[in-house]
């Protein structure tokens, strides 16, 4: 596991409806960001740590378009500029804090943690199904006391579903195969599960009580993993049996080497009636929520003595990739740093 | 104070009825180990850490006489070989977890932590008085954050129970004589107190208002202190004078260099009612929780300066006696295993 | 911002009223202390740690004018000699525990942490009026975990009252001038704010809508600052406008690197009624809990990133030259007890 993160690259800082005209404090790769959004709604992601006395700006207040620290009064502009310091007229111009290129997308606000002059929006992943129409989705925010890499994992395996979500999603698929690809930018799992008792969510959708099922797992760096789940019922007596799709995307940023904020975006391609939308939401809520307690009790298991081995298996071997491709982001990261100085 | 622990030894894992068909987490010596019985009733100890991912296996379940990984199903037999692996055939015989042995004796289980090979049974602690007839015993589990030794020093300088313990079994006996002896695996004090008034405790059992009392203190490592007092009072108008004994057996299980896990049971050789029963639990009760306050606090201080000098009297030969003895045999340990590479 | 403590120096280690014939455990400069009073009154501190087996001596109880340990009944007179060992007739007189010189003062119990030869009471600050008469105090003990110079550092820039304390105290003053003066054990500032809208807090006293106020802020070494606050009504009519003094001294003590003790009393010179005393302390109250909550933020930001730069401006001044000042006195003691050795 990578004691550092990729700081070039775009993360998800927040869901966009968090971010408003009073000041969010988040801890993004150990940094302390505060978040806001301008007069006319533009977002802003400045330093959370006023560079007068090194209070959070986040304890302070918006003024306009600006963000005044609550101590003393030091005023920032969404570039973060310092434009005002009571008490004096003039304002060197090399005071300020640091500010991050954002980008608002598919109902989140992103940010880049590097170097702002390659800060590419078009590098943000495709996540439009969060809010395209013809999908339905329901949204889970949750902190996780884990390193990211072991909720990427989670999902990279999904071979856990039949003993971690037996009550919800899982069922004994333990002869499905899989097949996979690796690109430079992303790892693909195909995960075919034939004839499958058909999982408990799924049978409240009035499907046969056997189905097939297909999970298409993309991880995309540096914390992104996407999952469309295909569902077709085992109905060889209907002529068009029912097929549903469930696309999720997961975004696990880091918070720090051991905590991560975990957004979460599944949506349906089918609308369902108010029942089944809250029900959407339960399962979804119960799913994280037992994928938190096992990785949680991992991170402090890995914790008591981080050099305890473990073995992989072919079922593995999209975690072995990601973790390989992190730590060649990484590391190139770090050389071309090093080379630049 | 030891940074380390002797591990070629036997230790109380857990009192026999904690472990049963539930997998129960427990750290010893700062390592994790998860106990449970087979269908047969036989208790098993694992490393609680799945050799795939290294998720505690407390938090799977068991499936006849294995444990099953709560995370992606790794299951384990008793030796702690992997016995299935989902999604695969074929389980390498290398892959496994750590099995710990074990001995179920004195209504406690007996954890080995060392070198499997050298557990030998009949090294175990005589306890018998814990389950013997014509012994009537009463149970103490308590945690206590602080160094195990600190506990076991407690129990080897009893010149504390008049400071501590006024309320239950103390009494002023600091006119007491203190004999000594030391084998090559024992430390033995006999504290004879004659004349004392005689302690409240006794006092329940009709006992004329001073006695004479003999406490003889049995250390042997790495963790056990066996207490034999006997209370006589003073009656010299009885033909008979009445004479108790209370027998009490404690093992201070390391868990961690700060914390450790207190099995105690204290057996009297005479049944009284029901009220004295329960009496005589109460007792223990305050009676350990007032050292856990005292010791705690203790261990709180050690720490806001470890370097801090401390003296040490006659009464301390004892402990000082111990801890020379846990320190010679935790370097011979270290020494053959370096000689063994 | 420094990592050690000015060891010869005085301290308020408690108010007096704090002291008394329970003891009072307290961790001062990193040290754990017990204080106490002896049967006529004088207040006593020891070391909180018995020279036997480290038990604090504040789990203890007071015989007489002597502490007696909790655990093994090692008792210490008021100069730390050990007086009395339990079960041994004699005591060695090389056994005891540090004491600390007190001097009861201004309603304080002030202690010395260095070398006792060098404990001039003397040298403690003038906060008379504290308890003299003509003023009339309220008193707030608080603790802040914060280092205790960033709490020197808010009362030697008051430009923050306008942004933390504006419900209260604070006012628009950014034109205030600010004078400063510095000499060998002092640090002056002087900020003059003419024609402020009266803060609310003496609107109360029923003075006019716009006052000049002057505030005097002292700081003395290592941990003391005085603040007298004149407000003067603007009311030209009158033929003599009301003119109202606070006097403030703060006692900023170490607890640890990273905590304090705030001991504040501010003093008026003017009775008032009742409710005017009961405002006070409510006022008082709520500034000294905005200050905290913003210094423990910031405390929070620094440890985030000890390294962060900052910037001062002219308001700063005062800080500036209180830390070096302090850094100065610490090296000079350092150098001192390097060349005494």
Redesign the interface.
């Known amino acids: 596991m990578s004691g550092k993160f990729q700081l070039n690259a775009w993360y998800v800082a927040a869901a966009a409806d968090e971010v408003g005209r009073a000041p969010l404090a988040r801890?993004l790769l150990?940094e302390?960001v505060v978040l806001y959004r301008r007069g006319d709604g533009v977002p802003v992601a400045l330093e959370?740590?006023?560079?007068?006395?090194?209070?959070?700006l986040s304890?302070g207040k918006i003024v306009g378009d600006r963000l005044?620290?609550?101590?003393?009064?030091f005023t920032f502009d969404a570039s973060g500029a310092c434009v005002a310091?009571?008490?004096?007229e003039r304002v060197p111009s090399s005071?300020g804090v640091r500010s991050y290129p954002l980008a608002e997308r598919h109902g989140f606000v992103w940010i880049w943690m590097g170097d702002a002059r390659k800060a590419d929006p078009s590098r943000i992943p495709d996540f439009k199904e969060n809010v395209a129409s013809g999908w339905w989705p329901t949204r889970v925010l949750l902190p996780i006391k884990a390193h990211y890499q072991l909720v990427i994992?989670n999902l990279l395996?999904l071979?856990?579903v039949?003993?971690?979500h037996g009550e919800t999603i899982g069922s004994d698929d333990?002869r499905?195969t899989?097949d996979w690809d690796r690109g430079s930018d992303y790892v693909k799992l195909t995960r075919k599960a034939p004839d499958i008792a058909t999982p408990p969510f799924y049978l409240l959708n009035g499907m046969a009580p056997r189905s097939d099922q297909v999970k298409t797992i993309t991880f995309i760096p540096p914390c992104f993993v996407s999952i469309l789940v295909t569902t077709t019922e085992r109905a060889p007596e209907k002529a068009k049996p029912r097929s549903l799709n469930i696309l999720i995307h997961h975004a696990c940023v880091p918070e720090t080497e051991t905590s991560m904020h975990y957004f979460v975006v599944s949506a349906r391609d089918y609308e369902g009636d108010a029942a089944l939308a809250d029900k959407s939401h339960q399962t979804l809520m119960k799913v994280f929520n037992e994928d938190r307690?096992?990785i949680e009790?991992?991170q402090?298991?890995?914790e008591?003595?981080p050099a305890?081995?473990?073995?992989?298996?072919?079922?593995?071997w999209g975690s072995v990739q990601m973790r390989r491709m992190m730590n060649e982001l990484i590391e190139q990261e770090a050389a071309a740093l090093q080379a630049a100085q």
Do not use: M, N, W
């Open positions: 801890l150990s302390p959370d740590r006023c560079c007068h006395r090194r209070a959070p304890k005044q620290c609550g101590y003393h009064g310091i009571p008490g004096q005071v994992e395996d071979s856990h039949a003993f971690v333990t499905a899989l307690d096992i009790a991992q402090q298991c890995i008591l003595d305890s081995p473990y073995v992989s298996t072919h079922l593995d």
